[in-house]
């Protein structure tokens, strides 16, 4: 598995306009725009950062992944992703080895790029997602 960059890295916020007061006006990021990823009840926000981007995350369901990390957690890191070349070899790799994974299979997400999670137990407590690009 050859991990490409960090692509991008998720925060969750309670809301995607009082969010981008901090990460665009005052940091300077430029918006790329937002997306609505019905299946993962999230409305996501890219703001590019060099060869990174933060993604701004806010739920849209109140079951939703994100309503529940806020719920517990409050607002900050969600997760840290990173691009790969090839999401599926590197899931058949991480089973191989043993590490725990959230998706067996990539599912769609934001942008139309291919994303799986690995689990936190298996990461130190961290939500690690592999993003493929193509």
Not at 50 to 55: K, L, N, P, T
Not at 62 to 83: M, N, S, T
């Amino acid at each position: 598995m050859k991990l490409l960059k960090i692509d991008h890295l998720g925060i969750a916020v309670e809301g995607i306009e009082a969010a981008r007061e901090f990460w665009e006006k005052i940091l300077g990021l430029p918006l790329e725009g937002t997306e609505t990823v019905a299946e993962q009840k999230v409305t996501t926000a890219f703001l590019p950062v060099g060869e990174s981007e933060v993604e701004l995350l806010e739920s849209t369901a109140p079951d939703g992944p994100i309503a529940k990390y806020l719920e517990k957690k409050g607002p900050g890191i969600q997760h840290v992703a990173f691009r790969v070349d090839d999401i599926e070899a590197a899931l058949a790799e991480l089973k191989e080895k043993g590490v725990q994974l959230i998706d067996q299979v990539p599912r769609k997400g934001a942008g139309g790029a291919k994303i799986a999670f690995l689990h936190p137990k298996a990461t130190g407590g961290v939500l690690v997602e592999l993003c493929q690009r193509d």
